[in-house]
């Protein structure tokens, strides 16, 4: 088996997945999450000040696209940066059994899907500051509610196949079809009219910090590829700090 999902492109980066009848639909009145002033991004932190992890050479990018959801969300409820660390989150789908064997990959679904059980069992989940947070459940995102959500101010975790380069000279996703590649997962961050930006925990995969002094993660998507954007992607719905 573990064979077989080296083929499919998991033992590398994981993150491919499709959409099934586990998966809790977008609820019909989606409350909006607080919105809070752009940076423009600084060295080290995107435009929203959250400060951009690397997942390095791990396949954890789900546990890293889980942890920038739910941080983004737990940052506009307190007005302030919360970070979740993405192997913290990697830890705890490992803990509750949501990973592929071998630990070389995992479904889109299974970083929510952790964070709703750890919540579940536990009260919630630790940021970096020691604060506790919870998270009432996860919800799938439709292609049709995509820029809902996004108006809302929620950060989406989607992702799926993706070319090695998995962007061009200016930083525009490929779609698949070349070329070596794999799984791989992100988070869909905010629309720019003809294109959305999106972030991801390969750091030499993204634009330039505003300083130009490293790089962040952000990418763009040509919004006529969003069709071929993601197999199925979530957010994490109902946060509140509770410790």
């Not at 101010?153 to 525009?172: A, E, H, L, Q, T």
């Amino acid at each position: 088996m573990e064979f077989l999902y080296s083929l499919l492109g998991y033992r590398k980066k994981g993150a491919y997945d499709r959409v099934d009848d586990r998966d809790l639909p977008l609820s019909a009145n989606l409350p909006a999450l607080p919105q809070w002033p752009l940076d423009g991004g600084v060295d080290g932190k995107d435009a929203h000040g959250i400060h951009h992890q690397d997942q390095g050479t791990t396949p954890h990018c789900v546990g890293f696209g889980t942890a920038g959801v739910a941080s983004h969300a737990a940052t506009a409820i307190a007005g302030r940066e919360i970070t979740f660390e993405g192997e913290y989150i990697w830890s705890l789908m490992v803990k509750h059994g949501y990973v592929l064997p071998g630990q070389y990959g995992a479904y889109l679904r299974d970083g929510v899907h952790a964070v709703i059980k750890e919540c579940k069992l536990h009260g919630g989940i630790y940021a970096t500051d020691g604060t506790k947070w919870c998270f009432d459940k996860f919800e799938l995102v439709e292609k049709l509610q995509f820029d809902e959500v996004i108006s809302k101010n929620y950060r989406i975790i989607g992702g799926g196949m993706v070319n090695s380069p998995m962007c061009d000279k200016n930083w525009f996703w490929i779609p698949p079809g070349y070329g070596r590649g794999g799984g791989h997962c992100w988070q869909y961050v905010d629309d720019y009219g003809d294109k959305y930006s999106c972030d991801n925990s390969w750091k030499w995969w993204g634009l330039f910090y505003r300083n130009k002094r490293k790089r962040s993660g952000i990418f763009w998507v040509d919004k006529n590829d969003k069709s071929r954007l993601f197999a199925s992607a979530f957010i994490l719905t109902g946060c509140k700090k509770v410790q």
